[in-house]
């Protein structure tokens, strides 16, 4: 495996490389039942979870399909396709070009499957490569990892980096229909992956999915402007600007990651001496954040708009702390951290500074979930 000290470095060792993402597959499993958790606390509604869970499900099957790709990394194939890279110093995920790849391959992921055995032809061969020729067939192994790639890809259902808005119906608010939308993308600069809601009512004629020519320009609108560097403040002021029909009345964004592991990541902080103290078995050898912020709309003001018409525009609750803390442009920020019992008890043990007002899920191996 190379230097897992640099900032983005290749697993190129195959059992590395497998542990790697059974790690996440399990991780996606766990923040699943932390999102539970927080609904039956109130933290989040039904709706929020499932969306949030709809996410989780299309990152599993970004890491399943990865996995199929780099399944025979570190073997000799007889053919070079390079082993995944990941971000061993900010996030711990993979970097975003492994998804752009991984959106080209599914463009092409048809014409790939036509000039591939099938994986009953794949498996035929492999049994007579080993009986006749006692040979292992290594080259009819990544043929047919590369076909299940493929394959998955095709199923559909994954973590792009850029992933549309969509809308959900929420009802009726002063006469006014009342709409959730959600997008997501995968931040090119930190690697990882973020979640938006916001909750808008529309005074439009015409409800704002079925309407052809403001939800095109919101999609890109909200594509566009899904950036972790802006604050929750700027996106959703210069929502409101842009769609007088439109009025924010709350936007959550959730930054799913950075994950550390003592393993595969060197990212700086305390968390890093948790992990590497608590010597964790594989498998629970991990942490793993998750920032939620939060913007709310306090009242609205109205404004002129050209000679004779005006508009409403939000003023949105921020500084809830009277200027005692740096301005976040946001009402609300909480963080949370994901993590096992034996890294968790090391923490709690060194306790160490800004932890105090970190939401703690310890999750085991069960699945059972505490929060502390």
């Known amino acids: 495996m190379t230097d897992p000290a640099a900032d983005n470095y290749d697993l190129d060792d195959t059992f590395a490389s497998r542990r790697y993402f059974a790690k996440f597959q399990g991780i996606m499993q766990h923040m699943l039942r932390v999102a539970g958790v927080m609904q039956a606390e109130g933290q989040l509604t039904r709706e929020e979870v499932t969306i949030l869970a709809r996410y989780a499900a299309s990152l599993t099957h970004t890491f399943r399909a990865l996995s199929w790709k780099y399944l ?6 007889g053919r070079f396709f390079g082993a995944l890279t990941i971000d061993g110093r900010d996030s711990g995920f993979p970097i975003a070009e492994e998804l752009m790849t991984m959106a080209n391959d599914a463009q092409q992921a048809q014409v790939h499957l036509g000039a591939l055995p099938s994986v009953e032809d794949h498996k035929d061969r492999m049994v007579q490569a080993i009986l006749s020729d006692m040979t292992i067939p290594t080259k009819l192994q990544f043929s047919l990892s590369q076909r299940l790639y493929y394959e998955e ?9 850029r992933n549309d808005a969509q809308a959900e119906w929420m009802g009726e608010a002063s006469g006014r229909r009342k709409f959730r939308l959600h997008w997501a993308t995968y931040d090119s600069q930190v690697n990882l992956p973020v979640i938006y809601m916001m909750e808008v009512e529309d005074s439009g004629d015409e409800a704002l999915p079925r309407d052809t020519r403001r939800w095109p320009e919101v999609q890109a609108h909200l594509s566009a402007q899904a950036l972790g560097a802006l604050k929750l403040v700027t996106i959703a002021r210069g929502f409101d600007e842009d769609f007088d029909e439109l009025h924010p009345k709350r936007l959550r964004r959730f930054h799913l990651g950075p994950m550390y592991s003592n393993a595969y990541t060197r990212q700086n902080g305390p968390l890093r001496d948790v992990l590497a103290e608590a010597k964790a078995p594989e498998g629970q050898d991990w942490a793993m954040v998750w920032t939620e912020e939060e913007l709310i709309s306090d009242r609205t003001i109205s404004e002129k708009s050209g000679w004779f018409s005006k508009v409403e525009r939000q003023i949105f609750a921020l500084d809830p702390m009277g ?6 442009g946001a009402t609300r920020t909480a963080r949370s951290i994901i993590l096992p019992q034996r890294p968790y008890q090391v923490l709690e043990e060194h306790n160490p500074p800004g932890f105090a007002g970190v939401r703690k899920f310890v999750v085991s191996g069960s699945g059972r979930v505490l929060r502390y």
């Open 72 to 77: 025979l990394v570190g073997r000799n194939t």
């Open 153 to 161: 890809l095709l199923k559909g259902d994954l973590f792009w980096v």
């Open 323 to 328: 200027g005692q803390l740096p301005d976040m």
